[in-house]
């Protein structure tokens, strides 16, 4: 179980990476904070494409084939990264990034929980979890000591992975083992679809996104634009100051899922609304007062936000959803956490360029603390489970 995580970790590595080093690129080719968060976004739109397809073919066909061609993607993106020299390149190795990530959250934790069997499915949740926040992580620390060089060490890494996907116990489909007649439209549904759960689970995965979209999107928001902040409040551009900020962020989001693991799942979903709320008020307070310390505890707590919703959303499927569901089922999760996390943070780098970073940072700020805050109250008043149509 351990080793069918490491692909995700993997993937992951190299969906950060780049974060310490746009302020560099920004100097050497030219472009504003607004083309920046286009950079990242192109991210999104990559992984929100592969979501559409990656679930249910995985569901179909098995978790090797959708993970093996998103892992050659990786690596084309670190080849591109290796050598960029334009928007365009980088736009390019963004879109693969985003690709891979896609069939990574979907098949890849899906082949976790594959693995783990129905008797450890909670600590599945758990690890596949930790191994996201762990490599995007461990990426941009990577990077900040590393500069370019980070991408010859992660397409190592990658090689790894398709050696663990390769040699991965998992039947090649498990629709064809296990699915029910009630699960009959995912076999025999559209291959490209937005991704949806099995009736009865609409509540869960309603409860997990509202929680999950505010604290990815937090985090999202850090990355992109981070690396700006610190260059104003700091007068550094250091990827390796950068780099160990996202570093500690996603180092708190696996240590908060580890804490919190044994507590039940609207606990840590209501914990997690209550970080990001907080983090945010936080990320108002530290670009008004110009302060690092408070910029630090405004990404500790997004991290923290963003992991106890990754984990308390993942727990929530894998307890209902069935194994011939799973993969759809996480694509769908990570759709409505993406999809915030691509759309606001890029309105605040344009907002930025318009009206400064302080008021850009803040209403960023504000909007997603309200966003938080209602994901809380939805946990609050939600039952744990609502028998639905489809969602």
Known sequence: MW??????????????????LYVRWQREIGFSKGTLTVIFACYIVGLLGSLLVSGVVSDRVGRKPVLLPALGLALAACAIFASASSVAALLVARLFSGIAVGAVVSAGMAAVTDVAGPERRRLAALLASCAMVFGAGLGPLLAGVLGEGVFVLEAVLLVAAVLVVARMPVRRAVVAAEAAPVEGASANGAWVRIPGVPRGSGGELLLGIAVFAPGITATSFVLSLGPSLLSGLLDTTSPVVAGAMAF???LTATGAQFAVQRLARRTILLA??????????????????SSVPLLVAAALLAGAGQG?????????LNSGVPASRLA?????????????????????????????????????????????????????????RVRGKEA
């Open 308 to 316: 106890m919703g990754q984990l308390g959303g993942l727990s929530l």
């Open 3 to 20: 080793t069918a995580a490491w692909p995700v970790t993997a993937v992951f590595v190299l969906s950060n990476a780049a974060t310490p």
């Open 272 to 289: 997690g609304a209550v970080s990001t709320t907080i983090g945010m008020g936080a990320l108002i307070a530290a670009v008004h007062a």
């Open 328 to 384: 759809e089922a996480n694509a769908a999760l990570n759709v409505g956490g993406y999809v915030p996390a691509g759309v606001l943070p890029v309105t605040a780098g344009y907002l930025s360029d318009a009206v400064g970073l302080t008021a850009g940072a803040t209403v960023f700020g504000a909007v997603l603390m309200a966003l938080a805050l209602i994901g809380g109250l939805v946990v609050l008043a939600g039952p744990p």
């Open 248 to 250: 500690v962020m996603f």
